[in-house]
């Protein structure tokens, strides 16, 4: 299943991308796990991994995979 949506933002790429990381972490968090943001970090629960950072390119793009047969990829792009 493919799901995509996209929103514009009054923010330049890496701000956004910034933005994203930090909400993603503090979510993560509430529900106990660990988003090590960098490229191949990992997201953890606990001492187990249940997801990987499969691309990490901080303003333009980040994809992520999980131990469920899920993935995200969030890219950023400059409009106008």
Do not use: H
């Amino acid at each position: 299943m493919l799901f995509r949506a996209s929103i514009d933002l009054a923010l330049e790429p890496m701000a956004a991308f910034d933005e994203f990381v930090a909400e993603l972490s503090q979510a993560l968090t509430r529900v106990g796990m660990r988003l090590e943001p960098r490229k191949d970090g990992r997201i953890s629960e606990g001492k187990v991994e249940v997801g990987r950072v499969l691309s990490w390119r901080p303003g333009k793009k980040c994809c992520l995979s999980g131990a469920r047969p899920t993935g995200s990829l969030t890219r950023l792009r400059r409009w106008g």
